[in-house]
């Protein structure tokens, strides 16, 4: 399931975290966090679309899952 | 899910805060209302709000690092700190232009020197209620 990740302007960026977790043979929200550096709440957020992160945190998370940026983040227009 | 401790400091800081700075104003209004303009009253029932609040910060602070860990704060929760920091500080700029005129009015000190404590306060609890809020609705 995609999620929100922040408004912004004429669109919206969602992403596939949650996806893309189950995929990496069940890795949970606090493996993730911690190999990327962020606390399991803020995984939480960003996955749940309250909090949209920073592009290092963005590229971390997407080299954790082991897939381009584009996708695990994706903009959609409105 | 548990909130992360940098959220459960926030909600120790607010309750800290209130307690401490909300007991002296409530000590400290009736003194003023009474007319007391000397300084030693008013500091004598700060300092007992300083100790309380520094016990309560110490107390909060092992109570919530004991009921989830600790952990660093992240990107997240300096955004949060900043945005509140953002929206909370124009209180306690207000306070001080408020102060300055008072000075200028030639208001007995004891009250401006409350008012920019109150203005102070204010501040502090409109962030930390901020930051509070920003943890639970997002940033």
Same mark, same amino acid.
């Given at each position: 399931?995609?999620?929100? *990740? ?5 669109? !919206? =960026? ?5 996806? @893309?977790? #189950?995929?990496?043979? %069940?890795? *949970? ?5 911690? !190999? =990327? ?5 803020? @995984?939480? #957020?960003?996955?749940? %679309? ?29 | ?139």
């Amino acid at each position: 399931m995609a999620s929100k *990740t922040g408004p912004s302007g004429n669109g !919206r =960026v969602i992403n596939h975290i949650r996806v @893309l977790r #189950a995929a990496q043979h %069940g890795m *949970t929200q606090g493996d993730l966090a911690k !190999r =990327v550096g962020v606390s399991r709440q803020t @995984l939480n #957020a960003i996955e749940g %679309g309250k909090y949209a992160p920073s592009l290092e945190v963005a590229f971390k998370i997407a080299r954790q899952l082991g897939r381009p940026l584009a996708e695990v983040f994706e903009f959609v227009e409105s | 899910m548990l909130p992360s401790f940098e959220e459960r400091s926030v909600w120790v800081q607010l309750v800290g805060l209130g307690l401490a700075l909300g007991g002296y104003f409530a000590s400290a209004g009736p003194m003023l209302a009474a007319g007391v303009m000397h300084m030693a009253p008013y500091i004598a029932v700060f300092a007992v709000c300083l100790v309380l609040l520094i016990v309560v910060q110490i107390v909060g602070h092992i109570a919530a690092a004991l009921l989830g860990g600790t952990d660093d704060s992240d990107e997240r929760d300096r955004l949060i700190g900043w945005k509140a920091e953002a929206r909370s500080s124009w209180v306690l700029g207000l306070g001080v232009f408020g102060a300055i005129g008072s000075l200028a009015f030639g208001i007995e000190g004891v009250w401006v020197a409350n008012g920019l404590l109150l203005a102070l306060f204010l501040s502090e609890m409109l962030k930390l209620a901020l930051q509070a809020v920003s943890y639970r609705r997002g940033v």
